[in-house]
């Protein structure tokens, strides 16, 4: 395909942070080229090797709805209102998200999502996309970027204006970028890695197609094996499938390593015994599929020179266990555009930009890392059910003070590290209160048997402990109050 002249704006990678944010460029009228490594979706059908479907909530939802394609993505997703979780003895406990009936995070098919916004972007004038054009290098001071396409090995150039890194967590703009002087890097891989497996629509595993609509489970649920430290989920598809993700270690106990010794079919009886009906390639599936790493990664800043940006997983990769990943990337899009738009110089655009998304970045991605252990380990508990059931009816009848942490960040646009600031507050206060209530009775009943020097003692003894955690609850601003 011909280069129409320079354009204003490269992005390198045609993913879902590269897709929305064409769409958002080309609509305020600049002239775009997407470069992407891989060949085009269009034609080849998709061929991208991450998760098979993707929980879409409130943010994504938000973004694509500036441009004019939520209704469009949103026709073809599942809604999920609720978590339902699955004892090792097959016991099922449905738990919904939020007290709002119309609270869901969307179930939704990552590669029909990128189809969807490449075409959005293709449509318009501004945007030209170039596929099989693999990013090799960036010139920083330019700028521009040259690609090599892999099978004919030509190289070509690319001179614009400001180049974006949209090209995931092993970004090769971003790598360009640690070569210089004052750009920190960091990441960090967990010790659980994760596959993916099938269960197909109930008339191909034996369950009666009128019990779930054609599914094998309640499709409007995300499904959770949690087995402490080790966890299976699973999404529901539009054809009536469910993908599976295993978040397993990959040694020791429950892992891969141990799954692979003893057989998967053992293995599958003895810990997710009541999917195994439903599963009728678990074997070959997990043969087949690899197990892939799970990784955190942070850069700072997000810019270099004024004239290169990293958006998305180029910027900050995040594990996937709060779901949102996507969504965080689709909330840099907005905001990348936004200060494009309001700012006098490029410059200026990119530190704002950079201001405006990092330090919530940093929280998602410590939320994220949080939420690993509370969906693996804490989910099938009764302590942990009780705490839900607990900021449920808080939620319900404080709902203008009190909103759960999973509520701020699933269904709401509060930016992530004002929720978990807002969150932490408000729990603090949920669990502060009670001990100050026991507090008083305490020393009531003291005082009333005379027992003043004891009031007196309890009074600054407890007084101090309840200061002192509650201020280091507020203090510690990362912190959100762990199940009591
Ligand atoms: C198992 C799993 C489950 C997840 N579930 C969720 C979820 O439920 N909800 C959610 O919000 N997020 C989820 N995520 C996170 C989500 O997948 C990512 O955050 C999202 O894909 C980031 O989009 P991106 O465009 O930044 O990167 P990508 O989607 O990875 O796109 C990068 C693009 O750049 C291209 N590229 C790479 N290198 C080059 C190069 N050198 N030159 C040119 N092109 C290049 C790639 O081919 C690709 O098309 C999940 C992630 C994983 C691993």
């Known amino acids: 395909m011909p280069i129409r002249g320079p354009s204003e704006v490269v ?12 769409t958002f460029l080309g609509r305020r009228g600049r002239r775009v080229s997407v470069l992407e490594r891989r060949p085009d979706p269009r034609a080849e059908g998709f061929i991208g090797g991450r998760s098979i479907n993707l929980a879409l909530s409130a943010r994504g939802i938000d973004a694509l709805r500036r441009v004019g394609l939520a209704e469009r993505v949103l026709a073809d997703a599942i809604p999920m ?27 939704v098919s990552r590669s029909k999502l990128n189809l969807t916004l490449l075409e959005a972007a293709a449509d318009m004038d501004e945007v030209s996309l170039h596929f099989e054009e693999r990013c090799a290098a960036v010139d920083f001071d330019r700028p521009y970027v040259t690609t090599e396409n892999d099978q004919t090995g030509q190289r070509r150039q690319w001179p614009c204006e400001l180049v974006v890194g949209a090209d995931g967590a092993y970004s090769a703009v971003r790598q360009a970028m640690e070569a210089r002087p004052g750009f920190d890097f960091s990441q960090s891989y967990l010790s659980h890695g994760y596959k993916e497996l099938t269960i197909p629509p109930a008339e191909r595993c034996g369950v009666d197609p009128k019990r779930y609509d054609g599914f094998a489970m309640e499709p409007h649920a995300l499904h959770i094996w949690p087995r402490g430290g080790a966890m299976m989920i699973a999404l529901p598809n539009a054809d009536k499938s469910f993908t599976c993700t295993l978040f397993w270690p990959f040694e020791g106990d429950l892992s891969f390593d141990e799954a692979s010794r003893v057989g ?4 599958f009886q003895r810990e997710y015994r009541d999917v195994l009906g439903v599963m009728p390639t678990l074997v070959d599936d997990f043969e087949r599929n690899p197990v892939s790493s799970l990784v955190t990664i942070r850069t700072s800043p997000w810019h270099l020179s004024d004239r290169v940006v990293l958006v998305g997983d180029a910027a900050h990769a995040i594990v996937p266990f709060y779901g949102q990943g996507m969504n965080a990337a689709f909330e840099d899009c ?11 110089t490029q ?18 991605a410590d939320l994220a890392i949080q939420n690993f252990t509370e969906m693996r380990d804490k989910v099938g508990l009764p ?19 009190y909103t759960p942490l999973y509520n701020l960040i699933s269904f709401s646009t509060v930016p992530y590290a004002f929720a978990r600031r807002r969150a932490c507050r408000a729990n603090t206060i949920v669990v502060g209160v009670p001990i100050v209530v026991l507090v008083v009775v305490v020393l009531a009943v003291l005082a009333v048997f005379s027992l003043v020097h ?16 509650w201020l280091a609850h507020l203090a510690g601003e990362g912190r959100e109050i762990r199940i009591p």
């Not at 905001?335 to 494009?340: A, E, F, G, W, Y």
């Not at 302590?383 to 003070?401: C, D, I, V």
Request: net charge positive; aromatic share 12%; glycine share 12%.
């Open 383 to 401: 302590r942990f059910l009780f705490w839900k059931r607990t900021e449920k009816f808080l939620h319900r009848f404080f709902g203008g003070w």
């Open 347 to 364: 410059g200026e655009a990119l530190r704002a930009f950079d201001r405006e998304r990092k330090i919530h970045a940093d929280a998602i």
């Open 454 to 469: 004891w009031a007196i003692a309890g009074v600054v003894g407890v007084g101090a402990i309840v200061l002192v955690s």
């Open 334 to 344: 907005v905001s990348l555009s936004h200060c494009l738009d309001k700012n006098v």
């Open 264 to 267: 998967v079919r053992t293995f």
């Open 11 to 22: 992005i390198v990678g045609a993913g879902l942070a590269g897709g929305l944010l064409a």
């Open 81 to 107: 209102t609720g978590r339902m979780m699955h004892s090792p003895a097959g016991a099922l406990t449905y738990q919904a998200y939020s007290k709002n009936q119309s609270d869901a995070i969307h179930s």
